[in-house]
């Protein structure tokens, strides 16, 4: 058997060993690793009884091991010591510390065994693995801030449920995966945060989206004690696309609510691409106050108003009232009816404002509720602009004692008889089968 001729290596390696402690520690640890290397090229012998007795525990013989890719030269080089100075007598190494020995074979043992070179003490210890991200949710929550589930009644914000009764006395309306900050230190009821304001973050957090029908009128269905809806007033539901979408409603369901005919309610559902059928599965959302709409009887039915050409602005008044000077706020997303709404106005003795409200995402709360408070009284044209808008205009305007009246259409009659209305405190809403005797001036 051929036997590799090491002396020339522990000459080298002898020699680069210096007196002081730590050189001769880190030879002291090559030269164990180096009798260890040659204990594993040694034919493997089974030890007799008498050398298994004698054997000292804690030692056994390694079989079928890969020896480690490290040479000689690479000890040598791992032996870092200064050249010992002229006239120096290097002192003879201390072989008698049996503690370090042991632990440094130890190690030398163990790193041998997971294949990567023996680190010094003095080496810098590992980084620690870099902090895990943490997700959108969790920074936002950093600030208070959180992503809105919305229910087809209510929302849940934070774990935590939020009726119907608290979104819809909010001056801002909340949508789904809207992100809202919470007021800790405000409760609503004692437990829940108050919801401060709605920020510019939106989170995509349901796979199904959730409709609304809005402003829909429960109407009676003959012989039977349920209630139906088949069209809304502001014509744009999947209910106003055909005479035969139908959604029954059974009052019993909400006992609580007591539903009757005439009444304007939000009906909810989640859209699963089925059509009338996930709009079936839908509830109520919202039952409007009587005080925003007529409900004692159906409303009438929208009519679209006849485009007449005019070269000039001018409008002949059907009612008799003077606003003297009052400012009358329109909201209204008709731009082409600006002109004949103020000639209304005009025509009344009225000072006219208009709020564009074409595009929703240039009409802020605050904007509306600026231009509510510089007004005498409001009309909300309805046919043309979102729930939201017309939402808020009405929450502005109870807030800050404002008359307010809702038209269906923006056409000159409709709105000069909702300045009526909100000029003698008349109900908002105009009933279905209201003729002109009943605008009658109170004076």
């Not at 230190?185 to 029908?213: E, F, W």
Request: one cysteine or more; hydrophobic letters at 35%; charged letters at 25%.
């Amino acid at each position: 058997m051929m036997v590799y001729d090491y002396r020339h290596e522990l000459i080298e390696l002898l020699n680069h060993t210096a007196s002081d402690p730590e050189s001769l520690l880190q030879t002291q640890r090559s030269l164990t690793i180096i009798v260890d290397l040659l204990n594993q090229l040694q034919p493997v012998k089974e030890p007799t009884s008498t050398e298994k007795q004698s054997a000292k525990p804690g030692y056994q013989i390694r079989r079928n091991v890969t020896a480690p890719k490290i040479s000689l030269g690479q000890l040598i080089n791992q032996t870092a010591a200064p050249t010992p100075k002229p006239h120096e007598t290097p002192a003879k190494p201390q072989l008698n510390k049996q503690p370090e020995r042991s632990t440094a074979k130890a190690a030398a043992n163990q790193a041998y065994l997971r294949d990567i070179p023996v680190t010094a003490k003095n080496e810098a210890p590992a980084e620690p693995a870099a902090a895990p991200e943490l997700s959108e949710v969790e920074l936002l929550a950093r600030d208070n801030c959180y992503p809105v589930h919305r229910l087809l009644s209510g929302a849940e914000i934070n774990h935590r449920f939020y009726s119907e009764s608290i979104l819809h006395k909010l001056p801002f309306p909340i949508n789904d995966g809207d992100v809202v900050q919470l007021d800790r230190q405000r409760l609503i009821h004692g437990k829940l945060p108050v919801i401060n304001r709605v920020t510019n973050d939106h989170l995509a957090i349901s796979t199904t989206p959730t409709k609304v029908i809005e402003y829909a009128t429960l109407e009676p269905v003959a012989g039977s004690d349920v209630l139906q809806i088949k069209k809304t007033l502001k014509g744009n539901s999947i209910l106003d696309e055909s005479h035969a979408n139908t959604i029954v409603i059974d009052p019993y369901k909400y006992a609580s609510r007591n539903l009757k005919p005439g009444m304007i309610i939000d009906f909810a559902y989640y859209d699963h691409g089925n059509g009338m059928r996930d709009a079936k599965a839908g509830e109520i959302r919202w039952i409007h106050s009587e005080h925003e709409f007529d409900t004692t009887k159906a409303p009438r039915k929208l009519q679209q108003p006849k485009k007449v050409k005019k070269t000039r602005h001018e409008y002949s008044d059907k009612l008799d009232y003077d606003l003297n000077q009052k400012r009358v706020l329109v909201v209204t997303g008709a731009r082409d009816r600006v002109q004949d709404l103020k000639a209304v106005v005009a025509k009344h003795h009225g000072v006219f404002y208009s709020l564009d409200a074409s595009m929703e995402e240039n009409v802020s709360s605050s904007k509306i509720k600026r231009a509510v408070k510089d007004a005498d009284l409001i009309v909300v044209c309805i046919d043309r602009i979102h729930h939201r808008i017309s939402q808020l205009t009405t929450h502005h305007a109870k807030r800050n004692d404002r008359p307010f009246a809702i038209a269906a259409t923006t056409s000159n009659t409709a709105v000069e008889r909702a300045i009526f209305r909100a000029l003698n405190g008349n109900n908002a809403y105009e009933s279905s089968g209201q003729d002109m005797a009943k605008y009658v001036s109170a004076d």
